[in-house]
């Protein structure tokens, strides 16, 4: 007997006691697997994951969890051996693995990179400006971003059993939430490798990652309103979930990526011969090809000119003829199986209704040549390409979930975006142009329509990831028939997953809970230069006041001359006395950005290594001959970097003239030493 799929629930791992359900290889049907779940206490998977999980990631910082996740990614490059071999019985060839395995892996490294760079070293975010409230700025508000106590819950569907669980799992760890993972049957056997891998690897913390091998069962009558659910698949599945009581009434968030009716268009500029011809072309090819057209991604609706369709169908089946369809393991085949029988009869019925408004020009929808592989066993379909009648409904309205894709044709851009729109809303659209006032009409009547568009010309063309490859940096979900959710997209499917709060206090009480400084807390002065202080010495709010520096109109000429800035407003008394902002000779901003430094400076060797910036620079009052500014410096953020020996500080400058008017404002950037010296000897 084959392997029975365990899952792996509060700190264990769990087999059923009956045989279970057989998962057969999607090429030969020969058994790989049993999955069942019978007697499996989801109740203590959720109680666990609240209790145990929860607690121990929202002890670390997001630049610990995106450390965590940096070395599970590479980990997980030590096993991709094993993930390939196994991958192959899903009936994905190697490039449809890489997809699946590579890109789950690469989704990892990118979210611990952006937890890296653009979270804080922190359990908080913070999200926006301060507001000042009331006219004496004693009462002032922040919105934040904090951790909730919850389990986000992931039900992937059958194509991606990596890459469906990574992206998913790589926000929510980094939110600080436990995850629950139930992966489609199908393929669940390859999933459960990839959890049992992790799990083994310890480096995830107890609780934050369970499976669920089988059923879901009483899985969303667990969750409460700090729980959610991320979902993919079928429209009818996800509505299912939407009708749960606890959906409805009880606060349960849920996130749906369902039906997707991709299209890709060609836009009215190409002709036959034109680069982006032939980019359309391959694309369109692909999209049918990879995983066999199991993807939400992949076209399913390739709109072109009139006036050129016949050549597009003639393109399209030309480089189709070339697609060798069979067994993955046999390193010629182009195109592997579907993932089950069951699924290749969906999309032959899916075809059927197609043919209702359109006809089969490429393709067997009941055989078709194999390189290798068992026709009878075996879940093989050719690549199917329909041409769609005018006024055409079927193609609109029906997704043939495999390599199946039908060609519709416009007059004009505004029916091409008709058409698109007629998907009622999409994942993602294409569009092959080099012409820009196209590439602006169709993204604005596309963008509604759809959660991602790509414009494909020969410019970005080597660079492209091509249609349906979602990227970690960009949100992946779409409107109305997509399921009207989104995930991925960098750092927001982190604060997705967090509870945003808007906090009113005191400057001092807004400045502890936050970390940072704000304006009207309390400022430190103990008489040691900031400058002379690590970063294990630094506190929020300490300050220096600098002396005074009068800016003499020598000052700002000489700036003029050297620097060769010599708008008139600095050089021109007679032109700047017009000036209805100036009325006279007003000193160089980046002149008195350059003074206010020489004021604040230490300038002996300590622990402030580098300068890396400046943030929010804005100038407030015209200096003009003869005023005297002086420099406020306040220690504004303390981040230290786990990476390094040095943290970035981030200093509040405030530059003012002799009447005490503010002139300019801006945040200072440093790197500083956490220990000073850095090598004491």
């Not at 499996?40 to 002890?59: F, K, Y």
């Not at 010629?332 to 359109?358: H, N, P, T, W």
């Not at 999409?426 to 602006?440: F, Q």
Request: include cysteine; hydrophobic fraction near 40%.
């Amino acid at each position: 007997m084959s392997t029975l799929l365990e899952s792996y629930a509060a700190g264990r791992w769990f087999r059923a006691a009956d045989e279970g359900a057989p998962l057969l290889d999607a090429a030969t049907g020969e058994e790989v697997a049993r999955i069942s779940n019978r007697g499996l206490d989801i109740g203590a998977m959720v109680g666990h994951a609240r209790e145990t999980g929860g607690p121990a990631l929202r002890a670390l910082t997001f630049h610990e969890r995106a450390a965590a996740l940096k070395a599970l990614a590479k980990h997980l490059l030590t096993g991709k051996d094993e993930f390939y071999a196994l991958s192959v019985r899903t009936g994905a060839t190697s490039r449809d693995t890489a997809v699946d395995v590579d890109g789950g892996i690469g989704t990892l490294f990118s979210f611990a990179s952006k937890g890296t760079r653009e979270l804080p070293n922190d359990t908080i975010v913070l999200d926006g400006a301060v507001e000042v409230l009331g006219k004496g700025g004693t009462f002032v508000g922040q919105h934040i971003f904090t951790s909730r106590p919850g389990v986000a819950v992931q039900i992937n569907a059958f194509n991606f059993p990596v890459w469906g669980m990574l992206e998913k799992l790589a926000p929510a760890f980094l939110a600080g939430l436990p995850t629950i993972v139930k992966p489609a049957s199908q393929t669940a056997y390859l999933t459960e490798l990839v959890v049992r891998r992790i799990i083994e690897s310890g480096l995830l913390p107890e609780g934050s990652l369970q499976l669920i091998s089988g059923s879901a069962g009483s899985l969303l009558d667990e969750l409460t309103m700090q729980d959610s659910v991320a979902f993919t698949g079928s429209a009818h599945t996800a509505g299912i979930l939407r009708r749960h009581p606890n959906v409805v009434d009880g606060g349960v968030r849920l996130g749906v990526e369902a039906d997707s009716l991709n299209c890709s268009i060609l836009g009215p500029d190409v002709r036959a011969g034109d680069p982006e011809f032939d980019l359309f072309v391959k694309g369109v090819v692909a999209e049918m090809t990879v995983k066999a057209g199991q993807k939400c991604t992949a076209i399913r609706r390739v709109i072109v000119p009139d006036a050129i369709a016949g050549q597009v169908v003639d393109a399209l089946a030309e480089r189709l003829s070339k697609i060798t369809v069979g067994d993955p393991r046999n390193p010629d085949v182009r195109m592997g199986a579907l993932a089950s029988l069951g699924q290749r009869d969906e999309v032959r019925k899916a075809v059927e209704s197609l043919r209702a408004s359109a006809e089969v020009v490429v393709g067997d929808p009941d055989g078709g040549p194999l390189l290798d592989g068992d026709a009878e066993r075996g879940a093989f379909l050719t690549p199917l390409l329909l041409r769609a009648n005018p006024g055409a409904t079927e193609p609109h309205n029906v997704e043939p979930f495999g390599p199946v894709s039908t060609v519709l044709t416009y007059d004009s851009v505004d029916e091409a975006v008709t058409l698109a729109a007629r998907g009622k809303g999409s994942l993602v659209a294409s569009v092959a142009t080099h012409d820009p006032g196209v590439a602006r009409s169709i993204v604005l009547g596309l963008a509604p329509w759809h959660g991602r568009v790509l414009l494909l010309d020969r410019d970005d063309a080597k660079e492209s990831t091509g249609h349906g490859s979602p990227l970690p940096m960009l949100v992946h979900g779409g409107p109305g028939r997509a399921g009207g959710g989104e995930e991925l997209g960098g750092v927001r499917a982190v604060l997705g997953h967090m509870q945003r709060t808007a906090i009113q206090a005191s400057p001092d009480l807004l400045t502890a809970v936050t970390g940072q400084w704000t304006t009207g807390a309390a400022r430190r002065e103990d008489g040691v230069h900031p400058f002379r202080k690590s970063l294990a010495e630094l506190r929020i709010g300490d300050t220096i006041k600098s002396a005074e520096r009068t800016v003499s109109l020598a000052d700002i000429e000489h700036f003029a001359e050297f620097t060769g800035d010599t708008f008139y407003a600095h050089t021109d008394a007679e032109a700047a006395a017009r000036n209805p902002l100036f009325g006279g000779i007003v000193a160089h901003g980046y002149l008195v950005v350059s003074l206010a430094a020489g004021l604040f400076v230490e300038p002996s060797p300590g622990p402030v290594l580098a300068n890396y910036g400046v943030d929010n620079l804005r100038f407030l009052t015209p200096v003009k001959a003869d005023d005297t500014i002086a420099v406020t410096l306040t220690v504004k953020q303390i981040k230290p970097r786990n990476s390094a020996d040095y943290g970035e500080v981030r200093w509040d400058a405030l530059v003012t003239n002799q009447d005490g008017q503010p002139v300019a404002t801006y945040d200072v950037l440093t790197l500083v030493a956490k220990t000073w010296p850095l090598n004491p000897q």
